[in-house]
C-alpha cells in the first residue's frame, strides 16, 4: 500500500495565484515525521520543511504555508501569490519510527507549473 | 562545496554492462541512503548505511545490486549486467545522525540509461 499519496498528478496556475498541494499519508506509527521537497528541473531535492506527528501547529515560511491533520492524516502545503520559480515538482514523504531509521518513503509527486 | 556529491552525473550503459555509481556524503554524516527515481515517480528507497554497516538492504530491487560504504564515508552503488528497467536516477542522500527527524540532504542524483 502507498504510504503517501500524492493525488494531484499536474497542476498550472497562472502567476499570482495561490496554489494548494495535497498529501495523504498512511501509517501506524504514533512518531512519524512528514517532510516536503521541491525538485526543480535540475533535479536535485531541496529540503523545505519537516513536521513531527505530535506538532499540528500549522507553520507559515514566506509564500509557503503547511497544514498539517492529523484527523484526515493530510499535510497540505498551499503557495500563496505563486511566481515562475515556483515551477519544479512537488513530494511529500513520511518517515516512521519503527523503521529505527530514517528512510523516507515519498509521494509520487505534483508537477506545478507557474504560467506568466 | 559542502553538499553530497555524486558522480558521474549521467551515465549511458549498453544492456549487460555493469556500472558503478560514487556518492560523497556531507563530512561528518553517519547515515547514507541510496534512492532510485524513476521517470514520473517519487524516489524509492534501495539501501542505507549507519558508517560502514549496511543497516537495510530490503529496497535493493534484485541481487544485481550491491551497495558497499568500506570506510564509512564514500559509497557505491554498483548494478551487474544492467537491464532497461534499471534506467533512472540514483539519489545519494545523508543524514548527520540516523533517526526518524534527521534531515536528509540530497546529491544530484546519476542518470543511468540502459540501451
Do not use: M
Request: charged share 20%.
Amino acid at each position: 500500500a502507498q504510504k503517501v499519496t500524492q493525488a494531484q498528478t499536474e497542476i498550472s496556475v497562472v502567476e499570482k495565484e495561490d496554489v494548494t498541494l495535497d498529501c495523504v499519508y498512511e501509517t501506524r506509527d504514533t512518531t512519524y515525521y512528514l517532510f516536503w521537497y521541491k525538485q526543480p528541473p535540475s533535479g536535485e531535492l531541496v529540503f523545505l520543511i519537516r513536521r513531527n506527528s505530535f506538532d499540528e501547529q500549522n507553520e507559515i515560511s514566506g509564500r509557503y504555508s503547511w497544514n498539517f491533520q492529523k484527523s484526515t492524516s493530510s499535510f497540505n502545503f498551499t503557495i500563496t501569490a505563486s511566481q515562475v520559480v515556483d515551477s519544479a515538482v512537488y513530494f511529500c514523504a513520511l518517515s516512521e519510527s519503527a523503521t529505527g531509521a530514517n528512510n523516507l518513503f515519498f509521494g509520487t509527486g505534483t508537477r506545478l507549473t507557474v504560467i506568466p | 562545496g559542502a553538499g553530497v556529491s555524486q558522480s558521474p552525473r549521467y551515465k549511458v550503459a549498453k544492456r549487460g554492462q555493469d556500472v558503478a555509481l560514487r556518492c560523497d556524503p556531507i563530512s561528518g554524516h553517519v547515515s547514507l541512503f541510496w534512492y532510485q527515481q524513476a521517470l514520473g515517480q517519487g524516489p524509492e528507497f534501495l539501501t542505507y548505511f549507519q558508517n560502514e554497516a549496511q543497516l537495510d538492504k530490503s529496497g535493493l530491487p534484485s541481487d544485481r545490486f550491491f551497495a558497499e560504504r568500506p570506510e564509512g564515508s564514500v559509497s557505491t552503488l554498483k548494478i551487474q549486467r544492467t537491464q532497461q528497467e534499471d534506467s533512472a536516477v540514483y539519489l545519494c542522500a545523508s543524514s548527520f545522525l540516523l533517526g526518524v527527524r534527521d534531515e536528509q540532504f540530497f546529491g544530484p542524483g546519476t542518470r543511468l540509461t540502459v540501451l
